[in-house]
């Protein structure tokens, strides 16, 4: 069992930046690829970034690629994403995955995190 626990949520301006966190517990970290996905109200939930055990990435969009990053601390079992010039349209919650392959997509990811709201204010 991995058990997935997001935080750095909040609300902030359009324009503004925040550093999500996903601290993993319960197996190796190393051994899993990790994704952000979101959830907008309504919407389906979709894929943010993901990152493979040896650092490679992959975005979404191009225009999420621009302003967020997703990186991982092996010694610290967490991986980030960190969201900068923040858009309405980004609200959503945010959660993070575990996948035992890359790349990472919905249907084949092992555990979620609980997820953390971000909401984004025009």
């Known amino acids: 069992q991995v058990q997935l626990e997001e935080s750095g949520g909040g609300l902030v301006q359009a324009g503004g930046s925040l550093r999500l966190s996903c601290a993993a517990s319960?197996?190796?970290?190393?051994?899993?690829?990790m994704g952000w996905f979101r959830q907008a109200p309504g919407k389906e939930r979709e894929l943010v970034a993901a990152?493979?055990?040896?650092?490679?990435?992959?975005y979404s969009a191009d225009s999420v690629k621009g302003r967020f990053t997703i990186s991982r601390d092996s010694a610290k079992n967490t991986v980030y994403l960190q969201m900068n010039s923040l858009k309405p349209e980004d609200t959503a919650v945010y959660y993070c995955?575990?996948?035992?392959?890359?790349?990472?997509?919905?249907?084949?990811?092992?555990?979620w995190g609980q997820g953390t709201q971000v909401t984004v204010s025009s």
């Open positions: 995955a575990a996948d035992s392959r890359f790349p990472v997509t919905i249907a084949t990811i092992n555990y």
């Open positions: 319960g197996r190796s970290f190393s051994s899993y690829a």
């Open positions: 990152i493979s055990w040896s650092g490679v990435t992959k």
